[in-house]
């Protein structure tokens, strides 16, 4: 069986090959097929199921150079490693938000469980380790509703709970105090659309990011309301933040409940809660594991070191 993939333009086609046409020689010393390129194609040779195997692969490696602008022999191996096939782009999970440059879309089984329990579900709670796209994938989603009409608003909120260190002590006013605890929020938007857009709808209140002290007493109708890092919730203030939810509105309570920083004997809210409401329609929760990781390489291996520690 033979199969030519058109690529990228010729700029990104030096990190698909890889050094000296690496990445394309683990390909074909993996899956046993001819691979020859051919200006912005490539021709793959081989059995039916080993030729389909590296076209997946290849489409996924190019995403991902789209998606986070490199590539590593680690990437592709992991790529090859995946048997399941059901992360291709043909999931229909693709989320669609305002920048072109992105394609936004489940890189695991487990953040595509998650994508689906966010749209099925108006209130859906996420836990797991870092890097697993808890907060990224629930910010696309929500830029996604907005885009489509779906929403008239988002609002992203986190607790100012310090890990280890001392809110007073930082220098500036409040809102310099608390922005280093909303930059994440700031920093997975950024992602989605350019700055003077996001400074727009920030302007129009169409999207605003806050401490979760900030949300005391308000309705949020027509709105996409994420809460990052609600493993830092007391009991109060997750019940606070849970009775926001109005009409027509859709909520998402992210956190890692391995990295809690409330005081020594404080139950998380957020963990109250997830035992709380688990059996009320309407109300789902999913757990992102290491395996969902999608950072730098490391940083699964530095969560599966420190899980091994407290065992």
Known sequence: MEVTIQLDPAP????LFGPADSHLRLLRQSLGVQITARQSNLIITGKEKDV???AEVIDRMQKRLIKYGSLTANDVKAFIAQKDSSLTSETGKAITVYSH?????PSTKG???YIEIMLANDLTFCIGPAGTGKTYLAVAVAVSMLKKKQIRRIVLARPAVEAGEKLGFLPGDIQAKVNPYLRPLFDALEDMMDFA???KFMELDIIE????AFMRGRTLNEAAIICDEAQNTSSLQMLMILTRLGRGSKMIITGDVTQIDLDVGQKSGMVEAMETLRRIKGIASIELTQRDIVRHRLVQNI???YGKRKT
């Open 12 to 15: 990104k086609q030096v990190e």
């Open 52 to 54: 389909n195997t590296v």
């Open 101 to 105: 440059k992105k394609v936004i879309e």
């Open 111 to 113: 953040q595509l469980k």
């Open 197 to 199: 857009q996001m400074k």
């Open 209 to 212: 990011i806050i401490p979760l």
């Open 303 to 305: 969560v599966q070191a």
